[in-house]
């Protein structure tokens, strides 16, 4: 369920370096969110298209992304032509608003362009390099240990949970809607509490007879190449080329 | 309750982005060095908290447990709730990085203020208790709920129909998650009431 599906890979997205992928992932989101031109939203979905065809994704799964973000916009769909208000057009005897029609249709083009890029731009990076690349662009360096570590125990705490949860069902434990089944899910995710709360303090100990001191090293300290710097140079100038297009 | 990207307007984003980056700084601050591996230890527990499906009638919700965080982790829970929707945003695609900002602050806001409130409580009666535990689960998502339907709202007036929409089908998952905070920290008092001082300095119990 939780898993990195195309962080491993040899296309030419793969191997910029995640600083360049985040700085171009952060401007094209500003610029499509803050949009209200269909054009611009167009033209930047299909840079993002673009991007995914060069990282190289598989159809299937990318498509499968796109559906968690379409949840939200199915949403606007069922509630946006009918409360809109403003102009309306009639279809098989309901009152369907257009402008709410046209919003929705904005968002839902604006939203999976963004999933589009981002997939692209970030899911072809490890999380553990992102959390690095992160660090590398100015954000706090103890923010990026939180989300460094909280991704590193995902995994270990969410199989403990698992494991305290097949234990129960062995004993006949079945999920239904009752008293009982709240209160047994409560009490394995406050033993996962305590679980990771007593990990927590082992590893803090572990770690500072490692000589700890609040900072996390690289081992080897990337840096930028002229192919970074070209893709860089290329996706901000469209990105620009993209916004100007939008203020005229 | 996650807001997608590209649905909210410039200001709204920037207002909740900038108070989100207030408050992950005051968070960032609070914890010390030796409490840093039991935050990320513990956003790591909410992340999976977030997987774990209650059924309700024929359908299931998900936990959030927002409530619990701020009376575990109080302003710590800010970088917390942070880096667990952000980890939600890289695996399942829930939210963008700019709305990021928003959908932490309406996550973390309404945990950090239950938190600090309802604490002091904790320590009084058992009906005192009880009442804090429960009111910290269902007032967080409460507020959760109206700043995400106040965040759609401020974005475009026509969008207030869906914010209503969006605040009643909470009710159930209000209920559901005041009654498992509940269950849960009676539950922690019993095993291991030390969780719920995170925040006292007696509670250090490190080597250096």
Not at chain 2, 30 to 36: D, G, Q, S, T
Not at chain 2, 45 to 73: C, E, K, Y
Not at chain 2, 86 to 95: I, S, T
Not at chain 2, 137 to 164: E, V, Y
Request: net charge positive; proline share 4%.
């Amino acid at each position: 369920m939780i898993d990195e599906p195309f962080a491993i890979g040899e296309s030419p997205l793969h191997r910029r370096d995640p600083r360049v992928k985040i700085i171009t992932a952060i401007t094209l989101t500003v610029l499509v969110a803050l949009t209200d031109s269909f054009v611009v939203a167009a033209g930047a979905g299909v840079l993002a298209l673009l991007l995914v065809l060069v990282a190289g994704l598989p159809i299937l799964p990318v498509l499968r992304h796109l559906l968690a973000v379409n949840v939200f916009t199915l949403f606007l769909w069922l509630t946006l032509p009918l409360t809109y208000g403003g102009e309306t057009t009639h279809l098989h005897g309901l009152a369907l608003s257009v402008s709410g029609i046209r919003l929705a249709a904005l968002i839902t083009l604006k939203s999976n362009t963004i999933a589009l890029a981002l997939t692209a731009l970030l899911s072809t990076s490890t999380i553990a390099s992102l959390g690095h690349g992160l660090e590398g662009i100015g954000i706090p360096p103890r923010l990026c240990f939180i989300l460094l570590t909280t991704y590193r125990y995902l995994f270990v705490i969410h199989q403990e949970y698992q494991r305290l949860h097949r234990a129960a069902v062995m004993r006949g434990f079945v999920a239904r809607t009752n008293l009982h089944t709240y209160k047994t899910l409560s009490h394995l995710f406050a033993m996962t509490l305590v679980k990771s709360w007593n990990r927590a303090q082992r590893v803090h100990q572990a770690m500072l007879l490692r000589g700890f001191t609040g900072k996390l090293f690289l081992l080897r300290q990337p840096l930028l190449i002229p192919a970074d710097y070209l893709f860089l140079a290329s996706c901000l100038a469209a990105c620009g080329g993209l916004a100007t297009l939008g203020l005229c | 309750m996650h807001i997608s990207e590209g649905v909210l307007s410039g200001p709204v984003l920037l207002g909740s982005g900038a108070a989100t980056i207030i408050g992950t700084a005051i968070g960032l601050r609070k914890v010390n060095h030796e409490r840093l591996m039991t935050v990320a230890l513990l956003a790591s527990a909410f992340f999976v908290a977030s997987l774990i499906h209650i059924p309700l009638g024929p359908g299931s919700v998900h936990l959030l447990l927002t409530g619990l965080t701020g009376l575990i982790l109080g302003w710590s829970a800010f970088p917390a709730i942070l880096v667990a929707l952000l980890l939600q945003a890289l695996f399942f695609q829930y939210g963008g990085l700019l709305v990021l900002g928003t959908n932490t602050f309406n996550m973390a806001a309404p945990a950090v203020a239950c938190g600090l409130i309802l604490r002091p409580w904790l320590k009084r009666t058992k009906s005192s208790r009880t009442t804090a535990t429960f009111l910290a689960g269902f007032c967080s998502i409460f507020f959760s709920a109206l700043l995400t339907a106040l965040s759609l709202r401020l974005s475009d007036t026509g969008l207030s129909q869906a914010a209503k929409i969006l605040v009643l089908s909470h009710l159930p998952i209000m209920l559901i998650e005041g009654g498992i905070t509940l269950f849960i920290v009676e539950f922690l008092l019993r095993v291991q009431p030390d969780i719920l001082d995170f925040n006292s300095p007696a509670n250090t119990n490190d080597l250096s």
